[in-house]
């Protein structure tokens, strides 16, 4: 998660949200676990998450409310163009 420092929070990993649930081979139902990714990497999708919706949220406030989606993190490091995370990308 978000590891700090003392005298002021220092973001080394960006926290990514848990995603939908699943079957295992074994038909037991599963849920996706949160994560991290490296704080390099959540400021790239960052830029692309201020050019398409402003900055009205800052990067710290996104992190304490759970990070990106992984479909989220995704869509803003591609780039899609006129795309919602839920949607599915066809060529």
């Keep these: 998660m978000v590891k700090e420092q003392a005298l002021g929070a220092v973001m ?3 926290p990514i949200q848990g995603g939908d ?3 295992d081979p074994e038909g037991k139902h599963r849920q996706t676990e949160r994560t991290t990714v490296p704080i390099w990497l959540a400021r ?3 830029a692309e998450y201020c ?5 009205g949220q800052s990067f710290e ?9 992984r479909q989220e993190l995704l869509m803003l490091l ?3 163009k006129g795309c919602r995370a ?6």
């Design 12 to 14: 080394t990993e960006f």
């Design 21 to 23: 649930s699943y079957r």
């Design 44 to 46: 790239v999708a960052w």
């Design 51 to 55: 050019r398409r919706f402003g900055t």
């Design 61 to 69: 406030r996104l992190a304490e409310r759970g990070g990106f989606g």
């Design 78 to 80: 591609r780039g899609d």
């Design 86 to 91: 839920s949607e599915e990308i066809t060529p």
